[in-house]
C-alpha cells in the first residue's frame, strides 16, 4: 500500500534549537496531517492541512502543505524538552477514504 | 479529545482463542478506523467503516474481520489469533470540521502467546 516518506528518521537536538521535518509522496493528496505520538499513548493530532501552499501554525509548530500536493513539512521553533516524541504525517486522497502515514520522525531533545 | 474509548487496554491471550477488540465513541462520527501499529512499519489500516453495517478493508485485513451494528461502536475480531496478531492497535474517527481530521482512541496493546 501507499506509504509516505518521511525524513528524518530520528533528530537529536538541543533544547532551544529549531526542527525541521519532511514527508514526501508519489501521489496527490488533499489532506495532510501531522501528529505527535507520546509512549504508550495514541498519536495526538498537532496540525490539518486542507489547501496547497497553505501554512498553518500551532504555538510553536507550523506545517506548510507543498505547492505540488506531494509533499508536507512540519517545523518546530524553539524545541523544549516535551517536545520529545514521535512526529508522523498523514496524508489523504481526493478520491479516498483511507490516510496514508509515514513511518515517523524520532525526536530527542537534549535539555 | 475526540470521545474515543477503547477496550480492554491491555490483553495477553493464547494461539488459537478469538479475540474482540471495542472502540466506543460519543460524538456520532460516520467513520471509523481500525490500525495496527508496529515498529519499522507505522500505522496500517486493518478495515474501516463509513456507516452502520458498511465496512470495507483495509491493507492488513487477513485474520480481522469487523463489526458496527450502532453508530457508536466499531468492533475488531480475531477469530483466531496467532503471535504476528501480537501489536498495538489504534481506533480511530473521522471527523467533520473544515477538512477530514482523523482523532485516535488511546490504544489496546495485545500480545499473543
Known amino acids: 500500500g501507499q506509504q509516505l516518506n518521511q525524513s528524518p528518521q530520528s533528530m537529536f537536538i538541543q533544547e532551544g534549537e529549531d526542527v525541521s521535518m519532511n514527508c514526501t509522496s508519489s501521489?496527490?493528496?488533499?489532506?495532510w496531517l501531522w501528529y505527535k505520538q507520546d509512549p504508550g499513548e495514541g498519536p495526538v493530532l498537532l496540525i490539518a492541512l486542507y489547501k496547497a501552499g497553505e501554512l498553518t501554525s500551532n504555538g510553536r509548530l507550523t506545517a506548510q502543505f507543498g505547492i505540488t500536493r506531494k509533499d508536507s513539512f512540519l517545523n518546530i521553533s524553539a524545541s523544549i524538552p516535551s517536545d520529545v516524541g514521535i512526529y508522523f504525517c498523514?496524508?489523504?486522497?481526493?478520491?479516498?477514504?483511507?490516510?496514508?502515514f509515514g513511518t515517523g520522525t524520532s525526536l530527542t531533545v537534549i535539555p | 479529545d475526540a470521545g474515543i474509548t477503547q477496550s480492554p487496554r491491555h490483553k495477553v491471550t493464547e494461539t488459537g482463542t478469538p479475540v474482540t477488540l471495542r472502540c466506543h465513541q460519543t460524538?456520532?462520527?460516520?467513520?471509523m478506523y481500525w490500525y495496527r501499529q508496529d515498529p519499522g512499519h507505522g500505522l496500517r489500516l486493518i478495515h474501516y467503516?463509513?456507516?452502520?453495517?458498511?465496512?470495507d478493508k483495509g491493507e492488513v485485513s487477513d485474520g480481522y474481520s469487523v463489526s458496527r451494528s450502532k453508530t457508536e461502536d466499531f468492533l475488531l475480531t480475531l477469530e483466531s489469533a496467532t503471535s504476528s496478531q501480537t501489536s498495538v492497535y489504534f481506533c480511530?474517527?473521522?471527523?467533520?470540521?473544515?477538512?477530514?481530521?482523523?482523532?485516535f482512541g488511546p490504544g489496546t496493546r495485545l500480545t499473543v502467546t
Open positions: 460524538e456520532n462520527h460516520r467513520y
Open positions: 498523514a496524508g489523504l486522497m481526493n478520491t479516498g477514504n483511507q490516510f496514508y
Open positions: 501521489s496527490i493528496f488533499n489532506t
Open positions: 480511530a474517527i473521522r471527523g467533520v470540521g473544515q477538512g477530514y481530521e482523523q482523532y
Open positions: 467503516s463509513y456507516g452502520v453495517k458498511d465496512t
